[in-house]
């Protein structure tokens, strides 16, 4: 299981929220690059890099950061956040991202995303699955659709996406434990599934337990912040 920190930006530094909301910022280090660096140097060699300022004003603001970081470090950077029209998703491939998570776009509009898979092909793009309870969280996770999970991934699934990043929205930021019981449910419905957990990793524990269900990847970030897992100890779970 690949285990990938998150770096989430507001104004060019890094913070985290709790549950998605942004009177909750706590900034932890002003220097996001630095930051990467660290994560470098410890042994990691992924990167989650979300533009939260991108995600609330649907227009991708931290283009420096994803460019600095790309140029500065070899960490392999998975990047969202504002990112809503094809010339975005050329751009920020261009300035380094290997990846864009794409969350937003699958839902509101999808004949977008599905051309998105055509040209740049399904290995590029992570679908992001954020839940509030087994729906599909939308309007910036303030609320749940009609659309479930399970019948969210598999229109996609029929399009040949395989890589799914799964948020549960009541787990983010609250160090309380990830929702590993809805990715074994998924897991058993999509085996094929490159699956990354996302939200609520508190402990070396936790991603034991998901490494054990089968995902494979998972995104660490206030457990990190907080000092509750150190560097050291996640490379040794990689």
């Given at each position: 299981m690949?285990?990938?920190p998150a770096i989430d930006l507001i104004n060019g530094q890094c913070v985290r929220l709790t549950k998605g909301d942004y009177d909750t910022t706590k900034v932890y280090n002003t220097n996001p690059l630095e930051v990467a660096r660290e994560f470098e140097a410890a042994g990691l060699t992924h990167l989650h890099l979300v533009d939260l300022d991108g995600a609330?004003?649907?227009?991708?603001v931290n283009w420096p950061v994803l460019e600095a970081i790309a140029k500065y470090t070899n960490l392999i950077i998975d990047f969202s956040g504002g990112i809503h029209s094809a010339d975005l998703a050329h751009k920020a491939f261009d300035l380094g991202?290997?990846?864009i998570t794409v969350g937003s776009i699958a839902v509101k509009r999808p004949d977008t995303f599905r051309q998105w898979i055509l040209d740049y092909g399904p290995e590029r793009l992570i679908l992001g699955a954020d839940v509030i309870g087994k729906n599909i969280a939308i309007h910036g996770w303030a609320s749940a659709s009609d659309v479930t999970i399970m019948d969210f991934i598999r229109g996609y699934h029929l399009c040949g996406?395989?890589?799914v990043m799964c948020t549960d929205v009541s787990k983010d930021g609250m160090l309380q434990g990830p929702a590993t019981d809805l990715y074994k449910d998924i897991l058993q419905q999509f085996?094929?599934?490159?699956?990354?957990?996302s939200g609520g990793v508190s402990s070396l524990e936790d991603l034991r337990?998901?490494?054990?269900?089968?995902c494979s990847a998972a995104i660490v970030g206030k457990a990190i912040y907080e000092g509750r897992i150190s560097l050291d100890e996640l490379v040794t779970l990689q």
């Amino acid at each position: 299981m690949i285990i990938i920190p998150a770096i989430d930006l507001i104004n060019g530094q890094c913070v985290r929220l709790t549950k998605g909301d942004y009177d909750t910022t706590k900034v932890y280090n002003t220097n996001p690059l630095e930051v990467a660096r660290e994560f470098e140097a410890a042994g990691l060699t992924h990167l989650h890099l979300v533009d939260l300022d991108g995600a609330r004003q649907r227009e991708v603001v931290n283009w420096p950061v994803l460019e600095a970081i790309a140029k500065y470090t070899n960490l392999i950077i998975d990047f969202s956040g504002g990112i809503h029209s094809a010339d975005l998703a050329h751009k920020a491939f261009d300035l380094g991202a290997a990846k864009i998570t794409v969350g937003s776009i699958a839902v509101k509009r999808p004949d977008t995303f599905r051309q998105w898979i055509l040209d740049y092909g399904p290995e590029r793009l992570i679908l992001g699955a954020d839940v509030i309870g087994k729906n599909i969280a939308i309007h910036g996770w303030a609320s749940a659709s009609d659309v479930t999970i399970m019948d969210f991934i598999r229109g996609y699934h029929l399009c040949g996406i395989r890589n799914v990043m799964c948020t549960d929205v009541s787990k983010d930021g609250m160090l309380q434990g990830p929702a590993t019981d809805l990715y074994k449910d998924i897991l058993q419905q999509f085996p094929d599934l490159q699956l990354v957990a996302s939200g609520g990793v508190s402990s070396l524990e936790d991603l034991r337990e998901l490494k054990a269900a089968g995902c494979s990847a998972a995104i660490v970030g206030k457990a990190i912040y907080e000092g509750r897992i150190s560097l050291d100890e996640l490379v040794t779970l990689q």
